[in-house]
């Protein structure tokens, strides 16, 4: 009966190097979002899932991002070539029918440094 | 586009203060409005909300209004608390979108 669970918590990687970080939904919802964190820019959108439809992936910030959810539960966030601009908190949320009707749950986050 | 403004802080209050964060947006038809709070160490959580005009949104203590004339969402609370301690978040919801567009947030810190 957890809530959103996202791993690693902490992740500190090289320049250049690719990333995956891992969101488990709450069991059950159809709806998942990533949005980022970082001092500058606060919380960004980045990509929206929702059942068996096509991502919404308007908020990935360039193609080195990108985003998958297996089986409608998991979902794995990367980055390729990671780049100093691209730490940051990096945190997911899921809903049960999307946010226009249920709230959004969120998960503590995996915070990236890019050194 | 769609935009929330928040005072951004810090704010800092002693214990039973009153507490006020504005907010203010800019956005196409009638979004829905939020209140998110970050305690230390912890993911964000939904505080209250408001899908239209006029409505309040309430919890905790906490109290919002939805002004679609002032195009503001200001949270309120009457007496803080040292538990009250956190960053908040004032964000909106497009109708028909599921992209939340968030306030940069404002660090509360409540001394006993």
């Given at each position: 009966g957890a809530g959103v669970s996202q791993s690693p918590s902490n992740k500190v990687t090289e320049k250049g190097k690719d990333v995956e970080l891992r969101c488990d939904p709450i069991s059950g919802h159809t709806a998942l979002y990533w949005y980022r964190q970082s001092l500058g820019q606060g919380?960004?959108?980045l990509i929206y899932f929702q059942g068996n439809s096509a991502p919404d992936k308007s908020g990935l910030p360039s193609d080195r991002f990108?985003?998958?959810?297996?089986?409608?539960?998991v979902s794995?966030?990367?980055?390729?070539?990671?780049?100093?601009?691209?730490s940051a908190v990096y945190l997911c949320a899921s809903s049960p029918m999307?946010?226009?009707?249920?709230?959004?749950?969120?998960g503590q986050g995996t915070?990236?440094?890019?050194v | 586009g769609n935009s929330v403004t928040q005072m951004?802080?810090?704010v800092t209050l002693s214990e039973e203060a009153f507490l006020t964060i504005n907010c203010t947006y800019t956005a196409t038809g009638y979004p829905s409005l939020f209140w998110y709070v970050q305690y230390p160490g912890e993911g964000l959580q939904l505080l209250l909300k408001a899908t239209k005009a006029d409505d309040k949104g309430s919890n905790k203590g906490f109290e919002a209004t939805y002004?679609?004339?002032?195009?503001?969402?200001?949270?309120?609370?009457?007496?803080?608390?040292v538990s009250d301690s956190a960053v908040y978040f004032c964000a909106l919801l497009q109708g028909g979108s599921e992209k939340l567009v968030f306030g940069k947030g404002t660090k509360l810190t409540v001394n006993p």
């Open positions: 919380l960004e959108f990108s985003a998958e959810r297996t089986g409608g539960s794995t966030l990367t980055i390729q070539r990671t780049q100093q601009e691209d999307g946010q226009q009707n249920t709230e959004a749950f969120f915070r990236l440094t890019v | 951004e802080g810090p002004r679609k004339e002032t195009t503001s969402f200001h949270l309120e609370k009457g007496s803080v608390q």
